[in-house]
């Protein structure tokens, strides 16, 4: 290597062609572990959907499960509160729904199950979150959703359920499903505390539904403050 101008060394054509050898190496090096991480990353990827998919997907219904739930009420709360709207909840049972896997057998319950499925995700808006909560029981949650609304869309379900004609293998059944609702009005969003009192006060409203016969629906109001609502101030359908 010799100096130049200013004592700066420069290259002979050995030094040059060795560092030349030494970049294309290094570079294939660095382009051999980057597709390595890149592999790695998408097995990772799909493993993670993988879990996901285990972890938040009813196997019997394709449905999302109650595990999803969790989110997804947090996230509808925030959007409630972001958008200063009330948010409302279904609680749906199947009834007399045991009767179906002792008179048949729990292929043709699950069978049904799905089926039920299937019509309640016809009925549900895109921005609704359907889940089969377990056994029998499927929540719908109903973003932008008021009393109103919320007492439509249960009507409509109970409707459509009991218009359907289950095909039970050599023979045919019909159901009907117990639906509690509750609302919690856009005034009190703000200031609510826990977002599955939503939930469970939709859940005590399908059993007071139950009470009163197959296929009813009964609504009670959701405060919002971690309290259940006193009998005074249970609205009936």
Known sequence: MDDGEGG???????EKSFLFE?????????????????????KLRS????????NFVDPTTGL???????????????RARRAGVSLSCLFIDIDHFQAVN?????????????????????????????????????VILLGNAGQRAAKTAAERIRGRIEAHSFNCGEKEITLSVSIGVSTLKKE??????????????????????????????HRLDCNGQGQKPAESERAAS
């Open 8 to 14: 700066r060394a420069e290259l002979n054509f050995d």
């Open 188 to 217: 009190h969003v703000s200031a609510a505390k826990d977002p599955w009192e939503l939930v469970w006060t939709a859940d005590g409203a399908m059993h007071l539904a139950k009470q009163k016969g197959p296929g009813q629906i």
């Open 47 to 54: 493993r993670t959907d993988e879990l996901e998919k285990i």
């Open 22 to 42: 030494w970049l294309v190496e290094n570079n294939k090096t660095l382009t051999r572990k980057n597709k390595e991480l890149l592999v790695e990353n998408l």
């Open 64 to 78: 999302h499960n109650r595990w999803y739930l969790q989110p997804r009420l947090e996230e509808e709360f925030s």
């Open 102 to 138: 002792d008179q048949t057998n729990h292929f043709i319950g699950d069978k049904v199950l799905r089926d039920t499925a299937n019509l309640l995700r016809g009925l549900c808006r895109r921005e609704d979150v359907l889940v089969r909560f377990g056994a029998d029981e499927f």
